[in-house]
Structure formats: C-alpha cells, structure tokens
C-alpha cells in the first residue's frame, strides 16, 4: 500500500510541514489576512479576494473551519446571514502573516 504525500506530512511530526499543508492553499494565507481585521461575510471576502471563484472560497472556508481556524456563524434571518471569523487557533496564525508582510516589504516589494 503507498501513502500519499498527504498522508506522510500528516503523519509527520514536523510542525512546519504541517502548517504548511494547512496554509499552502492557494487564497488560504490572504483569506485568514481579512479575517484578521473582522468579522466578514462571504460577499465581503469574495469582493475583497479580487479573481476567487465561489467555489474555491467556499472550499477554503470550509477547510478552514474543519480545521478549527475559523468559525461559521449562521443567523436565522430573511435572508440568512452566514459570518465567518478566526478562531484562537486562527488568530495565532496572524502573527505569520505578519512576518510574511514584513518580509515582503523588506524584501520584494518597492514600497
């Protein structure tokens, strides 16, 4: 039976191997950036996420919740009101995102 490369970071103690699987998707890293500032309902991260499908924030979103980063409230309302928001597993991962901005200042950008 082979394992798939899934399977072994799964199975791995390597936390950065991981993480990296959990943030590695792609739009994952820019959705939990928004998610920072707030709570957001889905219209809002999409017209914010400049070119992602429904379908894949909807995908991200619901990966994210699977794996305790995010939480989906939804309001018995006409018409529902589903709002998403970072979790404290969530909220520690901020701080990646902020080491990744610095660095990109530092180092790619022109600004």
């Known amino acids: 039976m082979e394992l798939t490369e ?10 950065v191997a991981r993480t990296a699987q959990i943030l590695g ?12 500032a707030g709570v957001k ?9 400049q070119g992602i499908s ?7 979103l619901r990966s994210l919740e ?3 980063i995010v939480i989906r409230q939804t309001f018995a309302e006409a018409p529902p009101r589903v709002e998403y928001l ?3 597993k969530g909220c520690d991962l901020v701080s990646v995102i ?10 790619l950008c022109n600004k």
């Not at 902020?98 to 180092?107: E, I, L, N, P, T």
Request: charged fraction near 30%; include cysteine.
């Open 6 to 15: 899934y399977h072994l970071v799964e199975k791995s103690i390597c936390p």
């Open 25 to 36: 998707g792609k739009w994952t890293i820019l959705i939990i950036r928004d998610l920072a």
């Open 98 to 107: 902020d080491s990744m901005r610095a660095y990109g200042k530092q180092w």
């Open 66 to 68: 699977e794996e305790g």
């Open 41 to 49: 309902r889905f219209n809002q991260l999409e017209r914010s996420l």
């Open 86 to 88: 970072l979790t404290e």
């Open 54 to 60: 429904p379908k894949t924030l909807s995908e991200r």
